[in-house]
């Protein structure tokens, strides 16, 4: 390890440590055990170009232990990615910085990921190398590789504790991802002391039996040895690759390395004066890097170039070569697809029958996928039962990486990061599958689709007591309050054909927020007055014939049917009611507060909603003074023929309740 | 394997084949596949008495798979527990049926934890076999093992694939749980097809590698080699143990047998008589089961009985040799412990100075450890930060099964998996922690754990954007509107050192119902009002001189003491508020209609919440004319004395508010 290096290494630790203390909040544990690793892979390995952070053929880098972010800010500033200065630096973890607590994807140039949550850089890195596998296969010609890259993650004890991870590995492996490269920071020490009171098995052995190949880097700070892990990695195309790398927690800082407190707190003045002491380092002034060591950096930037300059002459010679691929290429990449593509009569079109809103969703799927060749997706082993299967598009394998039906297995939170994974690795659009139930499996990564702005589509079937005899276990009730709840995500219950339409193109089309649709396994008849409106989240389905209706039923889904077949009995006795359809609150709030007024004048204050799910947020709609037909408890196992009766969802007790009014 | 055993395995597939046809609903594929492990674990090796279900030292089993609940409704049935009759089996998923589609703890005698979510029980089993361990420390003496028996569980591939697996099982191999043995029906069969789609991986080399003894049954259908495997896991007294048995999904049904098809749907008529002439069955009535069968059933049940009355003999020379622990053994089991002994003035005693409510719960768990010695619990590898380390308590490890803080490492989804076993199995009152934002990970568990109404405590901190400079990853906003949507669950957040009290008096007394506490990382000022109304969840903390106030104010957490600023500087502008503190709107919901309108009077309309979370379920209380100051967005990394103002969760804010309505 040559002079140069070791001080460009220690320029992370410096960086990071004194950025750290300087907010008196941050992680320096991890940025000091990596500094290796990461300069090593950043320096010598990794495909990229900081003057080109979009560049397609990029090998991804994610950094799944989000929390040790000064690592990854300090590379990016050293590499020059997106202009990042030592004041940026200096503005860790404040106020508008560009140096949040956590890497955040879209605020920060260079950051591939939003990570923090542990375990969640790992699920999203196989979502990336499962998207590079695809668009290789969908687009490499013989001699023009355009698609050829590497995914690399970093991450510790607590991402390998995470169930997560078992999950996305066992997948990676099935799939021989040979592409995916793992580093595991092994340093044994978790925020409640040695990783031996909760963590003892042999992660090795745990990735082989996933498929992985193993690799062991003895000393982390071995620039040599992390450099062949890496060429060892790349050697194997039949497996995807770990790479345990023994690390020191908090190295070079001798009253912190190696200890717990090493992760989560600043290392204290004395302590940075002590390791930049230990370290060699040439001041002791907070933030200092000499310029020797800028100008190494720039040197290896400058060397990254000739590889982007060449893709970049392969791609136009290819895109001469093969006119028609280049148009693919820009139809896979167009963010706009969707609104050019998916908006004919056929698109629209339905059967006016009966049917179950998971079968019309099946159709949209159908039609999508013709029209949008940028779409991959699959259920978490209920494709048969959600409808998601894309006929004639072949299974994702690692014998067919062109498939387009994935197979997640039954992983539910690992789909949802690989989905995530997927939509940011760029050029394609993916949805994800299972019970509407089992969404609470997929919350944490949905929640991370919706802190960046990724538009995955989730398909969550079997949407309410409905489900029948499958029981409590099987039966949504809470779940849609739980979506509607969070911020930038769009929770869909579609009432019919018309409405499914709808949901799917809203999803489509969506470019910054995720959208999920709860669907019946039941059948729901057609209902007169749906429309194209549903984009609009709520709309006046069946309208009173006075200009002021006496009373105001607002349903969503199957129980749309309901509520209309109760104003025709209103009306009956002279009750003269608005049926207003709420497929999607959260767009319905977006609306201006005329047209909400409109669908829901202030003035009527007699208004009943009715879904067989949870209440919990309708009283938004209904006020103090309105009333709810839902489910306050939990269901049961029976037919749903005899469940919907039981809990109130009848056209009777709807007409009751608001004539009680 | 004689013609009687055959013929009671056969038994168990008839009677799951035909329940299953009846209902038109169900999964045979499991119960026909597993039915020789079932019959040969219940028959001849699991210690256990039907007649006595709640023998405190029996062996427990569960049914991860829970989709194959026939399988166990077949074998009460045939054991002749809790007199669950063949008609019972005939209304299989009907309403109101002692047999749902899943099987439900509470519902059914001799079912030992509710399942359906896949991997379940797998965690709760670990839980259980924890429990096991730690009552055994803490009860057995020299010659009175009191506590000593055996953990199984019965799951399948997609109970391996869920991440949950991993997480439970690897933390079960570090605490060497060597009672704990689980059934792996290996039977290579998935819902969208053959398992090699999405699951290659060396399933019991990850089991070696998370520390489990590993054991193959080639043969799923041979007693004898299932009795010895049996035989093989108990002799391992230092790991658990993994037995992976052959199986052929649908067993017996030669149109089905080794098909996925076999998994979820009835068999069919056809194939149900086809079925009973492969496997030679007397009779084509449904449900018909020869009387010898019945008879052998009856034999081996007497035959368990002897070992229940040496139990009893046993525990009762224990009892009279060691009158202490006999009083302890009551204490543990008494269900009213903490009425009894967490209601004196030291329990609800606090400094009056700010304090972080973490840090005040802290506190309160070191109260109660000293008053119940049953509690148990941890972190999932947070316990420095949720502070719920008790004191001279010891650590729960491998070595010292008598410590009481557990440490779950990262795995948030199996700690409250856990959680539930270790509380399922009796005895022992268990909370775990995490980080508030983290509560995601938790939910799918905590959905059973309000289903099988088991009272488990939740400790969530870093409730809100308080969180500060972690950023929106670590920042929750949509998680208290998700808690209070689900059924039979308590989210208390409490505002200070009283509300803290009252929230851990309400779980710790809380007999049926889970209760969460979500607690600040900052300091709160106590609070003047506060008070042990708070286990009313919602109560008038200061009222308005008045009799009809100008407004109501409502808040909870770290954002009452703005409201009850908000108040003085109101009443300086002559404006009389109530303010209202919500620490529990779940149990505010449930008072009486006459509370709840005396603290929110119908005719005052005028009413602000206050709350830095998602505002989302808070009109219920201010209606359609009250304004709410919540988050509607994602939080940012800063620190926390920048965030709320930024947001608006201030003084001045709420009055002006609740001037401008």
């Given at each position: 390890m040559n002079n140069i290096d070791t001080m460009s290494v220690n320029a992370i630790r410096v960086l990071s440590a004194d950025a750290i203390q300087k907010a008196k909040s941050g992680h320096p544990g991890l940025p000091l055990g990596c500094a290796s690793v990461a300069y090593e892979l950043w320096a010598k390995h990794l495909k990229h170009n900081p003057k080109d952070p979009?560049?397609?053929?990029r090998d991804r880098f994610i950094?799944?232990?989000?929390?040790?972010s000064m690592l990854l800010y300090s590379l990016l500033h050293l590499f020059g990615y997106g202009d990042l200065k030592k004041e940026d630096l200096m503005q860790f973890?404040?106020?508008?910085?560009?140096?949040?607590?956590h890497p955040e994807y879209r605020h920060?140039?260079?950051?591939e990921a939003t990570t923090g949550p542990l375990g969640a850089g790992m699920g999203m890195a196989v979502g990336m190398a499962i998207a590079e596998r695809h668009m290789a296969s969908v687009f490499n010609k013989e001699g023009y590789p355009v698609v050829d890259h590497y995914t690399y993650a970093l991450g510790g004890d607590g991402c390998m504790m995470e169930g997560i991870s078992s999950e996305a590995f066992s997948l990676a492996g099935t799939l021989k991802l040979s592409k995916l490269i793992i580093f595991y920071d092994s340093n044994r020490i978790s925020i409640e002391g040695?990783?031996?009171?909760a963590f003892t098995e042999n992660v090795q052995k745990r990735m082989e039996a996933f498929g992985f190949q193993t690799i062991t880097v003895?000393?982390?700070?071995n620039l040599e040895e992390i450099g062949k892990a890496i060429e060892a990695a790349k050697a194997d195309t039949e497996r995807p690759s770990f790479i345990t790398v023994k690390t020191q927690i908090g190295f070079g800082c001798p009253a912190k390395?190696?200890?717990?407190?090493?992760?989560?707190e600043p290392l204290g003045d004395d302590n940075i004066k002590a390791m930049k002491e230990n370290l060699g380092w040439?001041?002791?002034?907070?933030f200092f890097v000499p310029e020797e060591v800028y100008a190494h950096y720039k040197e290896i930037v400058e060397g990254l170039q000739p590889a982007e300059d060449a893709w970049n002459k392969m791609f136009a010679e290819y895109c001469e070569k093969y006119p028609e691929m280049k148009e693919l290429w820009d139809t896979y990449y167009d963010e706009d697809l969707a609104e050019k593509v998916c908006d004919d009569a056929d698109f629209w079109a339905y059967d006016d029958k009966a049917d179950a809103t998971r079968n019309l969703s099946g159709k949209m799927i159908n039609r999508i996928k013709d029209r949008m060749p940028n779409v991959i997706g699959g259920a978490a082993d209920l494709s048969p039962s959600t409808k998601t299967y894309m006929k004639d598009e072949g299974d994702f394998s690692a014998e067919n990486y062109?498939?387009?039906?994935?197979?997640?297995?039954?992983?539910e939170l690992a789909m949802t990061a690989i989905g995530n994974g997927i939509m940011l690795h760029g050029g394609l659009r993916a949805f994800v599958s299972t019970f509407f139930v089992f969404s609470d499996y997929t919350k944490p990564m949905a929640r991370l689709s919706s802190i960046m702005g990724v538009p995955l589509t989730f398909v969550f079937?079997?949407?309410?007591?409905?489900?029948?005899?499958?029981?409590p276990t099987h039966e949504p009730i809470e779940q849609l309050a739980m979506w509607r709840a969070m911020p930038n995500f769009h929770m869909f219950r579609p009432a019919d054909a018309t409405e499914t339409a709808a949901a799917w193109y809203s999803a489509v089309t969506s470019k910054r927020t995720p959208t999920a649709l709860a669907l019946t396994r039941q059948n729901l008849p057609q209902i007169e007055g749906?429309?194209?409106?549903?984009l609009k989240g709520g709309y006046i389905v069946q309208d009173s014939?006075?200009?002021?209706?006496?009373a105001i039923i607002i349903a969503s889904g199957s129980e749309l049917s309901l509520a209309v077949e109760a104003k025709k009995v209103l009306a009956e006795d002279g009750i003269d009611v608005r049926v207003v359809s709420m497929p999607c609150m959260d767009i319905f709030e977006e609306q201006s507060e005329e047209y909400k007024a409109k669908v829901?004048?202030?003035?009527?204050?007699k208004r009943v909603a009715v879904e067989a799910?949870?209440?919990?947020?309708w009283d938004r709609y209904v006020g103090l003074d309105g009333d709810m037909i839902g489910m306050n408890r939990f269901g049961a196992s029976a037919p749903y023929s005899k469940l919907f009766p039981y809990f109130g969802f009848t056209v009777e007790n709807v007409v009751a309740r608001v004539k009680a009014l």
């Amino acid at each position: 390890m040559n002079n140069i290096d070791t001080m460009s290494v220690n320029a992370i630790r410096v960086l990071s440590a004194d950025a750290i203390q300087k907010a008196k909040s941050g992680h320096p544990g991890l940025p000091l055990g990596c500094a290796s690793v990461a300069y090593e892979l950043w320096a010598k390995h990794l495909k990229h170009n900081p003057k080109d952070p979009d560049w397609k053929d990029r090998d991804r880098f994610i950094l799944s232990g989000g929390h040790g972010s000064m690592l990854l800010y300090s590379l990016l500033h050293l590499f020059g990615y997106g202009d990042l200065k030592k004041e940026d630096l200096m503005q860790f973890r404040q106020w508008g910085s560009l140096t949040p607590g956590h890497p955040e994807y879209r605020h920060t140039v260079g950051v591939e990921a939003t990570t923090g949550p542990l375990g969640a850089g790992m699920g999203m890195a196989v979502g990336m190398a499962i998207a590079e596998r695809h668009m290789a296969s969908v687009f490499n010609k013989e001699g023009y590789p355009v698609v050829d890259h590497y995914t690399y993650a970093l991450g510790g004890d607590g991402c390998m504790m995470e169930g997560i991870s078992s999950e996305a590995f066992s997948l990676a492996g099935t799939l021989k991802l040979s592409k995916l490269i793992i580093f595991y920071d092994s340093n044994r020490i978790s925020i409640e002391g040695s990783t031996d009171i909760a963590f003892t098995e042999n992660v090795q052995k745990r990735m082989e039996a996933f498929g992985f190949q193993t690799i062991t880097v003895e000393d982390g700070n071995n620039l040599e040895e992390i450099g062949k892990a890496i060429e060892a990695a790349k050697a194997d195309t039949e497996r995807p690759s770990f790479i345990t790398v023994k690390t020191q927690i908090g190295f070079g800082c001798p009253a912190k390395q190696g200890k717990a407190s090493a992760h989560g707190e600043p290392l204290g003045d004395d302590n940075i004066k002590a390791m930049k002491e230990n370290l060699g380092w040439p001041s002791e002034e907070p933030f200092f890097v000499p310029e020797e060591v800028y100008a190494h950096y720039k040197e290896i930037v400058e060397g990254l170039q000739p590889a982007e300059d060449a893709w970049n002459k392969m791609f136009a010679e290819y895109c001469e070569k093969y006119p028609e691929m280049k148009e693919l290429w820009d139809t896979y990449y167009d963010e706009d697809l969707a609104e050019k593509v998916c908006d004919d009569a056929d698109f629209w079109a339905y059967d006016d029958k009966a049917d179950a809103t998971r079968n019309l969703s099946g159709k949209m799927i159908n039609r999508i996928k013709d029209r949008m060749p940028n779409v991959i997706g699959g259920a978490a082993d209920l494709s048969p039962s959600t409808k998601t299967y894309m006929k004639d598009e072949g299974d994702f394998s690692a014998e067919n990486y062109a498939g387009r039906n994935m197979h997640f297995g039954v992983r539910e939170l690992a789909m949802t990061a690989i989905g995530n994974g997927i939509m940011l690795h760029g050029g394609l659009r993916a949805f994800v599958s299972t019970f509407f139930v089992f969404s609470d499996y997929t919350k944490p990564m949905a929640r991370l689709s919706s802190i960046m702005g990724v538009p995955l589509t989730f398909v969550f079937t079997h949407d309410s007591i409905g489900v029948g005899e499958d029981g409590p276990t099987h039966e949504p009730i809470e779940q849609l309050a739980m979506w509607r709840a969070m911020p930038n995500f769009h929770m869909f219950r579609p009432a019919d054909a018309t409405e499914t339409a709808a949901a799917w193109y809203s999803a489509v089309t969506s470019k910054r927020t995720p959208t999920a649709l709860a669907l019946t396994r039941q059948n729901l008849p057609q209902i007169e007055g749906t429309s194209r409106e549903a984009l609009k989240g709520g709309y006046i389905v069946q309208d009173s014939k006075k200009a002021v209706p006496d009373a105001i039923i607002i349903a969503s889904g199957s129980e749309l049917s309901l509520a209309v077949e109760a104003k025709k009995v209103l009306a009956e006795d002279g009750i003269d009611v608005r049926v207003v359809s709420m497929p999607c609150m959260d767009i319905f709030e977006e609306q201006s507060e005329e047209y909400k007024a409109k669908v829901l004048p202030k003035n009527v204050r007699k208004r009943v909603a009715v879904e067989a799910l949870s209440g919990f947020g309708w009283d938004r709609y209904v006020g103090l003074d309105g009333d709810m037909i839902g489910m306050n408890r939990f269901g049961a196992s029976a037919p749903y023929s005899k469940l919907f009766p039981y809990f109130g969802f009848t056209v009777e007790n709807v007409v009751a309740r608001v004539k009680a009014l």
